[in-house]
Each structure stands twice: as C-alpha cells, then as structure tokens.
C-alpha cells in the first residue's frame, strides 16, 4: 500500500468505529460516565407525589457539590509526609470546614450566628515514622501502612522478628511465640461495617497478642483493595502498633508463608500536642415561637471524610436553604443549625449540650443529627469492592413518641430512605450523649471505607443525599403540627 491508500485505510478504519459506537450507543450514551460507570442521574430515585411536589426544589446534584465543596477543604490540608489529614479535629483543616459552614449561614441569611469554643485535651498526632519490611535482601515500604490511631511511640527504631497469626483466633496463636515479636493479624471486617474481626468485641486479636506480649501489632485491614485507614487498635492497647490495607498485606502474608526470615523495622513518634481549640458553630433560622428544633452535622474527618461527614453537612445546609426559602410565618419554631466541634475527639459540643441541657435546651422540641447519610451499597466480588446504584440501608434512632416513630418511618418510606429492620437501641454518633435529653432522630451508615482514604464523593450517591434531605424536612413540617408533648416518650409524659 501507499502512503496515502494507507492513511485513507485508517480514516475509513475509524469511521467504521465511530459508526459502529453511534450503532451500540456505548460511547454516547447518556447513561453511563465517561469511565464506563452508571451516572448519577441514572441510578433508582422515587417520583415525588403531587402532595409532596414543595420538597422538589431539595435537589442531590447540588447537594453533592456541597459534598464536593466540603471534600476539598480537606485536600487543601493534605500533608504527605504524616497522611494525617483531612479535616482533624483542632487543626486548620477542621477550622476551614467551620468557616465554610459560617459562610453558608450568612449567605442564606441566618441570625444570631456565633461559634462556642472548646479546649481540647491533649491531642495524639503521628509526629513521624518509619515503618519497613525486611525480607531475602530487600525492604519493602508499603503507601496503606500507618500507625495505628492512638498508637504509642515506639522506643527508637525497633528490629522485630515477624509473625503471621491469621485472624487472631486463641487457636492461631496455639503454640505460637510472639513475645517480643511483631505481630501480623488479618482482621476481616463485616461486610458493609467497618466493625472488623480482631477488635474487642469479636476475635479479640489484638488483645491476645498484646496479653502475649508482642512487641508490635500489625493489624490487616480487609478482605480487599487496599485501605489506608485510621483506626485504634482499642482503648486498652498500649503496644505500638500499625494498620495496613489488604493487598499491601497479602505481600507480607507470601513473604512469610514463602518461608523466608521477614523481620519488620519500626519507629514511631508522636507528637502530643496541648492548648489546642475546636469550636462548633451556630445559626438560627427564625419561627414565629420560643421553641427550637436543632440540626446538628460534624464538621471533622478523616481524609477527604466524603461520607463521614461532608455527607452530613450537606444535608444540614440544604435543609438551611430549604427552610430559608420559606416566610417566616410558615415556621412555627426556630430552626437552629449547628456545625459541631470535634467528633472524634469526644464530641465536646454535644457533651456541652447534655451538660447544660436544662437551659440549652429547655426550649427544644426536637434534634435531627445528620451524619453519614447515603452510602453506596458495597458488594464483594474476589478482592475487589464493588459500589452498587443503591444506598446502603441505614442504622436508625428516634428518641420520642410512637407518633413521633410512625411519622419519620412514614417520611423514610415516602422518599425510599432505606434503614435496617429494627431502631438501635442507641444513638452512635455525634448525637450520642444528647440523644435522650430531647426527642430527637438520626439515621446513620458506617461502612468500610469509613475513616480510610477512599471516603471520597465517589461513595456518596446523590439519590441518597436527595431522600434524606426531603424526609427531613417533611418530618420538621410535620413535627411542627405537633406540640411538645406529642413528640415525648409515652413514659415520660405520664410520669410528669
Ligand atoms: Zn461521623
């Protein structure tokens, strides 16, 4: 062939596949993202009936560009060298995160906006470290490979014989000599949690090997992809320790297992940092009455915290927006925004709340937490976890009257905000120590990308964030055709 009959070969090549995607629609269809996933838009969402027509300006693109917004102040705070970043509690990152929330409160108008400061107590931050594998010559680093949240430094730079435990049962260990050893320990989580196998409540791992006296914990973090998480290896826990994700894991495990001598070096310092500050930050949307429903979201997190908790904040300032949008007189109680200080540290603004509940809320006819809302259903396929187009169902709790019970149900179900098939018999999260204080809801999520830097926006589906958002607001509406003793436990109302 020619130059030229070969370059005419290839335009017709390619037209012929152009043509051959217009025929397939692959290429150009609307429905799938340019990465071959199903967009968005295309995912399961419940029409709005004619009676519920005035929560359709609630909207899940723009939500999750909040969602977005709140995810890059974390990037901003990324720091390499420590990669502990995100938004944590007493540092820049979460002060940008309140900012931003106080900046939305003054767009939409709200009032009596100020933030109530806390000291925090002395803060754990991983100062440095230096964590290797030894193996036939060669030293591996691993990226997922961080100290465990809380970790106690280690005593200079350790030289440690490496052992393989599996998951940790008293049968793994049977006969096994850790002490003065590195410990490995493949913690499966439950699929959908990030409640994992070697922790307190299940295995119990992590303690035997420290009972045992291993010098150091590796914890493997599981059954797939490779997470870089922060987590406690337990509040008991005083050997220094590291989680690591799975496949960076499975390399020691064939390491191990191919019978060369592996021997693990550690250092890790810690910096304990004093006289750090959080703040929660508040904004008042006006009723017509004294009496107030709260909406809390915390503003701190773990890596870019897309779930955990830009997902909260999202819904709280929608629902802001939502009811500002509204006059005046079609709201019957002050609706009172709060950014909360401080998560995972204890939560001292919520703790604050149940301390000095008889005048903070003396008022409050309601609390609706918003925290880690709408999370794509997982799914395990070999060792890779899948994200499926539906949201995971949610933990749920209402502290209130079975009235107050059947309305959010009813809200749930009428925008397909999908829970498990019985309530918690507590409130986890931010809300935790409030909760009985008032009555109050919360719906919540903790799945295994939980505190790990894959909680990213991808994970947040905007269906979810839609639902969630309208329930709410239908379940304010409708609360607030209610008085205050109609949203009480039964018992406590007869019993005053
Ligand atoms: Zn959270």
Redesign the pocket.
């Known amino acids: 062939m020619t130059r030229a009959t070969q370059l005419a070969t290839v335009i017709v090549t390619m037209m012929l596949m152009t043509s051959d995607a217009t025929e397939t629609g692959l290429a150009q269809t609307s429905r799938l993202g340019p990465d071959g996933s199903v967009r968005e838009g295309a995912y399961i969402r419940l029409p709005l009936s004619a009676a519920n027509q005035q929560y359709g300006s609630i909207d899940g693109t723009r939500m999750k560009q909040l969602v977005r917004e709140v995810t890059e102040i974390s990037l901003a705070n990324r720091d390499d060298r420590t990669k502990y970043w995100g938004r944590i509690a007493g540092t820049r990152g979460e002060e940008m995160a309140r900012g931003y929330v106080e900046r939305k409160f003054r767009e939409l108008g709200l009032s009596d906006i100020r933030n109530q400061q806390f000291d925090l107590p002395t803060q754990w931050f991983p100062a440095g470290y230096d964590i290797s594998v030894e193996a036939g010559g060669r030293s591996y680093r691993f990226d997922s490979l961080v100290p465990a949240l809380r970790s106690r430094p280690t005593d200079g730079m350790l030289d440690l014989e490496a052992v393989w435990v599996g998951t940790g049962s008293t049968a793994d260990f049977h006969g096994r000599d850790v002490a003065g050893k590195a410990v490995f320990i493949h913690s499966i989580p439950a699929p959908g949690s990030m409640g994992h196998s070697a922790g307190p409540t299940w295995e119990g791992a992590i303690s035997r090997a420290q009972e045992l006296g291993a010098a150091a914990i590796f914890v493997i973090y599981g059954i797939s992809d490779n997470f870089t998480i922060w987590q406690s290896l337990g509040g008991n826990i005083t050997t220094p320790g590291a989680f690591m994700g799975y496949r960076d894991g499975n390399t020691v495990k064939e390491l191990i297992g191919g019978g060369e001598t592996v021997r693990v070096k550690i250092q890790v310092d810690i910096d304990y940092r004093d006289g750090l500050k959080t703040a929660s930050v508040f904004g008042t949307l006006p009723g017509t009455t004294d009496e107030e429903i709260y909406i809390l979201a915390?503003l701190d997190?773990y890596f870019e915290a897309a779930l955990?908790?830009a997902s909260?904040i999202s819904v709280m300032l929608t629902l802001a927006e939502h009811f500002a949008a509204r006059p005046q007189s079609e709201r019957r109680r002050n609706i009172i925004f709060v950014g909360t200080a401080g998560?995972?540290v204890r939560s001292p603004g919520s703790r604050w709340m149940h301390d000095n509940r008889e005048t903070a809320l003396a008022n409050a006819a309601l609390m609706i937490n918003c925290?880690?809302v709408s999370v794509k259903q997982t799914v395990y396929w070999g060792p890779e976890m899948r994200k499926t187009d539906i949201p995971s169902p949610r933990r749920w709790w209402v502290h209130g009257s079975d009235q107050l019970v059947d309305l959010v149900l009813d809200a749930y179900r009428t925008f397909g905000v999908a829970v498990w098939d019985h309530m918690e018999d507590r409130a986890a999260?931010?809300m935790g120590s409030v909760a009985r204080d008032l009555p109050s809801i919360q719906i919540?999520r903790s799945p295994e990308i939980?505190h790990t830097d894959q909680d990213i926006p991808d994970w947040v589906p905007e269906a979810g964030l839609e639902a969630v958002a309208r329930a709410y607001a239908k379940v304010i509406d409708e609360v607030n055709q209610l008085g205050r003793s109609a949203l009480q436990p039964e018992q406590q109302t007869e019993g005053q």
Do not use: L, Q
């Open positions: 915390h997190g955990d908790n909260g998560h995972h925290e880690h999260g931010e919540i939980k």
